[in-house]
């Protein structure tokens, strides 16, 4: 009894009321060996220094850590209010592979964790990396692009998509550190760290504090090829290339919206290849269309170390004919204007952006400009709005998308047979409630359109046509098309048409500040009002919780099997590139 009675204590100390608030990195985190990254611990209350007690494996932190942790007497909170006590240690490495058990305490408050540093091998299996995102890249975008792609004859498909041959695949889980449900930027920051984090959060571990530029770091696989060697590194995006998934290759901030900040992190780190939307936050305050707070320029700044400067198709051409190995292509104020609509719609703003690249187009300049170096690359590829357009409920955007990713993934496949050192990954970072029905068949007689769509034999087959073979179907509406819905929406109409006007804002704000259908599809032609099943603060369906399937082949691509944590993905990356290998393995190689 008093061995049980001990027991309990020891856990209420543990777990209790009175426990330590936060240790970061948090309990089973995955550090690569030599990765720099922030040791905090937050206490709940003032605490004495002197009382304060760090233990590594049993010893005392200085013979394991190399130097002294900083005490933080009161960390502040909004409003000034007393947090508590802190200590902090930045640029922590360690570099010996193993177990470590890390265990605070001081004014009776006492917590540990357990932290798995990884080594990797000497050897690198792999030259270069292509990683391919499909930023909420579903099973249901996958199948919706190949019926509207290829087309398919008696059930079967009648060509396969470039991603359907990768012969490596794993499910992948994507939840947050503070809730199941998750955003892209704690997605791809998991895959670019190796770190789990809180949903809005880059390269950082979400602590207490209101400041998003104080968070402990970690550092990402950009930094990492920085601190290890020579490689090249390419992000390229139809995103604004502050956005979440580009973001995560360089930055660390608590909240995603520091797009300002995340300029000045990508200078910093200066990847040879920038592509993508945003040159509104490379732009001083005083220039038209700039959202900066700051006269800093950093077109500018990128064009004095080296970088050539495009703005379009045209000059994306000429600068990948030079030869300073360094592109900052900037095609939109905001985020790129989607495939459907400068490919074939003209809506959006390509009135004002007509001569955009696709997302082709920049990877194809982005694998020549990162070939040149006999180092290797990472390369990382984002079709950005498979996901704005499922959030807006416009499947045929979401799908046409699609299709242009998968030619990217064509792209880096072909580049790959004449450079079988290249490990290519292609995945998405969180899924949709998105689902391809059936059909919706207009020549059913009547108006009522949900008596159009045709479920189970009376689906049928879709009637999409390529007759110019180029991979996309010639109209985007045809009479026979495919019936995509969403699991999770605010109050809309649906109308069971695609959005040939411009992409689908299916709900707007009211004086109440609550999203309610948007009046605007109320008269289409068989429009039907659908009663919101998410809050009505939100004006677009939500991530779903579901995994999402990774593929991959090349060299380290056997890594990838079964299940995996996102952040489990950094580690066969790191793996592959031998970013964890020692010093002393390192001269063994040379």
């Known amino acids: 009894m008093r061995t049980l009675l001990a027991a309990l204590a020891v856990t209420t100390m543990l777990i209790g009321p009175s426990q330590a608030a936060g240790i970061y990195p948090l309990d089973r985190a995955t550090i690569l060996a030599g990765s720099p990254f922030d040791f905090k611990a937050e206490f709940a209350g003032t605490v004495k220094p002197e009382d304060v007690r760090v233990t590594v494996n049993g010893q005392d932190y200085k013979g394991v850590f190399g130097k002294d942790v900083e005490f933080v007497a009161s960390e502040k909170g909004k409003d000034d209010k007393d947090l508590g006590s802190a200590v902090l240690l930045r640029g922590l490495t360690l570099s010996v592979p193993g177990s470590y058990k890390v265990e605070v305490s001081a004014g009776g408050q006492s917590r540990s964790v357990t932290w798995d540093v990884f080594g990797t091998a000497a050897t690198p299996k792999a030259k270069n990396i292509i990683f391919l995102l499909g930023d909420g890249l579903t099973v249901a975008n996958r199948t919706g692009a190949r019926i509207m792609s290829k087309g398919m004859t008696e059930g079967k498909a009648n060509g396969r998509l470039a991603m359907d041959d990768l012969d490596h695949m794993a499910f992948i889980g994507t939840s947050s550190t503070d809730a199941i449900a998750t955003d892209s930027a704690n997605t791809m920051s998991a895959y670019m760290t190796g770190h789990k984090t809180a949903v809005n959060a880059l390269g950082v571990y979400a602590d207490r504090t209101p400041a998003s530029l104080d968070d402990p770091r970690v550092e990402t696989i950009a930094e990492a090829l920085r601190r290890t060697g020579k490689k090249s590194i390419g992000v390229v995006s139809t995103a604004e290339i502050e956005d979440a998934t580009p973001a995560a290759v360089v930055s660390h901030t608590r909240k995603r919206a520091d797009k300002a900040e995340i300029v000045g992190m990508f200078y910093d780190v200066k990847p040879e290849i920038i592509l993508g939307g945003g040159s509104a936050y490379f732009l001083p305050k005083s ?275 079964g299940y995996l944590e996102e952040s489990d993905v950094y580690r066969v990356l790191a793996d592959a590139f031998a970013l964890g290998a020692s010093g002393a393995q390192k001269a063994q190689m040379q």
Not at 435 to 462: C, L, N, Q
Not at 481 to 490: E, S
């Open 287 to 561: 220039t038209t269309g700039s959202k900066r707070k700051d006269d800093k320029d950093y077109i500018q700044l990128f064009k004095d170390a080296g970088y050539t400067l495009a703005t379009d198709k045209d000059s994306l051409a000429a600068a990948s004919g030079t030869n300073t190995g360094k592109i900052l292509g900037l095609f939109h104020t905001g985020n790129m204007d989607v495939a459907l609509d400068r490919n074939l719609l003209k809506k959006g703003t390509v009135g004002k952006f007509p001569n955009q690249p696709g997302l082709v187009d920049m990877t194809k300049t982005a694998l020549d400009q990162l070939s040149k170096n006999p180092e290797g690359f990472f390369l990382m590829v984002e079709a950005a709005s498979i996901d704005k357009m499922s959030h807006a409920q416009d499947g045929e955007r979401s799908l046409y998308e699609t299709i242009e990713f998968d030619k990217a993934v064509g792209a880096a496949r072909e580049f790959a047979k004449t450079h079988p050192d290249t490990l290519i990954v292609v995945t998405g970072d969180h899924t949709h409630s998105m689902s391809v029905i059936g059909t919706i068949d207009d020549s059913k007689p009547g108006t009522d359109m949900r008596e159009k769509v045709g479920i189970y034999a009376e689906a049928g087959f879709t009637n999409y046509e390529d007759k110019d073979g180029d991979g996309y179907p010639d109209k985007i509406d045809p009479s026979k098309r495919l019936a995509v819905v969403y699991g999770n929406y605010p109050d809309h109409y649906e109308t069971f048409s695609p959005k040939l006007d411009g992409p689908y804002e299916p709900a707007i704000q009211n004086e109440k500040k609550e999203y309610v259908a948007n009046p605007a599809y109320k008269d289409v032609p068989g429009a039907v009002f659908v009663q919101g099943n998410i809050p009505r603060n939100n004006d677009s369906t939500a991530h779903a919780v579901d995994d999402i399937v990774l593929q991959a082949t090349g060299p380290g691509a056997e890594g990838f099997k």
